[in-house]
Nanobody, 116 residues
Framework: QVQLVESGGGLVQPGGSLRLSCAAP????????MGWYRQAPEKQRELVAT???????NAADSVKGRFTISRDDAKNTVYLQMNSLKPEDTAVYYC??????????WGKGTLVTVSS
């Protein structure tokens, strides 16, 4: 059973910052595009950002300029630095590992709440 272990969620005020982390097994992490998705209440899960094994990144328009995805290959960990958080960023954030769509794994999710 492949486990992706997320951490770093919590409650933050609007304008604040959080950093999410996701650790994955090396055998999966080294070959996968890693990503973060989120699902707000009563909404569909949506892409937040991805980073390939080579370091190329992609992000949703709604988070560009505020969120940064990065990966540490030595620690088999992907990060999501979230700055200038808005109430509409409130959601459960899920870590994803994807190898050519043939192997796809999800974490259990971590809740981010942006509220004053």
């Amino acid at each position: 059973q492949v486990q992706l272990v997320e951490s770093g969620g919590g409650l933050v005020q609007p304008g604040g910052s959080l950093r999410l982390s996701c650790a994955a097994p090396r055998t999966i992490f080294s070959i996968s595009t890693m990503g973060w998705y989120r699902q707000a209440p009563e909404k569909q899960r949506e892409l937040v950002a991805t980073i390939t094994s080579g370091g190329s990144t992609n992000a949703a328009d709604s988070v560009k300029g505020r969120f940064t995805i990065s990966r540490d290959d030595a620690k088999n960990t992907v990060y999501l630095q979230m700055n200038s958080l808005k109430p509409e960023d409130t959601a459960v954030y899920y870590c994803n590992a994807n190898y050519r769509s043939a192997l796809v794994y999800w974490g259990k999710g971590t809740l981010v709440t942006v509220s004053s």
